[in-house]
Structures are given as C-alpha cells and as structure tokens.
C-alpha cells in the first residue's frame, strides 16, 4: 500500500531533550516535506527536499533540522525543544516538486514541556 | 496580510443542505488552486483541484474568480461525513495553504 510512515503519533517531551520524528514513504518519491499545524495558522511548511541530499528551508525552520540521506527517510530533528514547538506535525511527499498532489502521513502531536 | 485566508467557520448545516464558502489569496500570480480536507487533526487529503472554468466532482463544485482573486467550494445535499475541516490551498511556487474552514453536518 502506498503510503507515508510517521513516528510517533504522539510524543510528550521535556524541554532540550533533542529528539527526532521520523518520515518514511513508499511510493519513490522525489519531494518530502515537513509542515507544523497550529490553530488560525494553517500549515507552515518547515524544511523541504527536492531530492537525495537536497534540503531547503521552508517558512519556520528555526529550532528544526533535517537530513535526506536516502529517498524514503526524512527526518525531522529537534536538537533542543521548546515550549513554541509544541504542535502538530505532518510529513508530506509527492513525485516531484511541481506535482501537486501531496500524500501526508498520519501526523505527530508534539507536546514540549 | 496572509497569503491565503479562509472563514474558519463553523459552518452548521443540517443534513441535506447546501454549505458554500469561499478562500481569498494575495497573490494575483498564483498557478493553481486545490481544495484539502482535513477531519479532526488527522492528515489532509485532497479534495479537489479548482480550474478556470471551474469543475464538478459529484456534490462538490470548485470555483475561481481571479479577478477577485477567490476560490470557492460548494457542498450540495449534505452528508453526516461530509463534516470535517476544508483547507484552501494555493500555489503560488510553493504551496501555501489556509487555516481551514470548518463545516458540521447535524442530522
């Protein structure tokens, strides 16, 4: 089946305790992204892969890291949480960048403590 | 001034009904526009693209006024599934979506 693969579903964490929310798809994509949802705001996008070894900042990446060391994986790390980025977050990819259609996983409700 | 912006509702309807509610961008440039739905904080799906001449997917239509620079999706003969969380979602070289606009359907 094809799909996008985010874990966990829920986290609650202590502030600078780094962690990581990994990102995995299926379908040979090209493009990944990650995005934060917060109530009135909408999805921002974090960081952005075109492809394999290609990353980009999105609209907030500050406090966020990410690595695109093969295809499937991109994951989403956090060296030192904060209260402020306690959301929810979704993965997302598509074929290509200007492929429009984006498949999310399933999200992550991060909470900072 | 947001890039996209959307009446986050609720909108309550009861069954049956016709629910119509619209999404203003910022950008006259923007490419392409496309219509997510999102039920209670799970992943955003899409809908439906919106095209110039507007198009029709069963009980759902998706129109764009450009000129007023909108977007607009209508629901006929509401159902119970169809409550959840519309976003709106423009491309203007990235995808910049809105806050979502809400609709419940009551029985």
């Known amino acids: 089946e094809a799909q996008v693969t985010q874990n966990p579903r829920y986290l609650i964490t202590v502030t600078g305790k780094k962690l990581t929310v990994t990102c995995s798809q299926n379908m040979n994509h090209e493009y990944m992204s990650w995005y934060r949802q917060d109530p009135g705001l909408g999805l921002r996008q974090i960081y952005y892969s075109m492809n394999v070894e290609v990353t980009d900042k999105g609209d907030v990446p500050e406090g966020y890291k990410v690595s695109r060391k093969e295809k499937r994986n991109f994951p989403l790390i956090l060296e030192s949480p904060s209260p402020n980025q306690t959301s929810l977050y979704f993965c997302a990819s598509s074929s290509t960048a200007q492929e429009e259609k984006l498949f999310f996983g399933s999200g992550t409700q991060l909470s900072v403590l | 001034r947001k890039e996209v912006e959307q009446d986050p509702g609720p909108f309550n309807v009861p069954e049956g009904a016709t629910v119509a509610f619209n999404c203003t961008y910022s950008?006259?440039?923007?490419?392409?526009f496309f219509w997510y739905r999102q039920d209670c904080r799970k992943e955003p799906k899409l809908l439906m693209s919106v095209y110039s001449s507007g198009n029709e997917d069963g009980r759902f239509t998706a129109q764009l006024n450009r000129a007023s620079q909108y977007i607009s999706l209508l629901i006929r003969d509401s159902k119970l599934s169809d409550s959840a969380t519309y976003l709106c979602?423009?491309?203007?070289?990235?995808?910049?979506f809105g806050a979502g606009t809400t609709v419940t359907v009551r029985a």
């Open positions: 950008n006259s440039a923007s490419q392409s």
């Open positions: 979602v423009v491309n203007d070289y990235k995808l910049s």
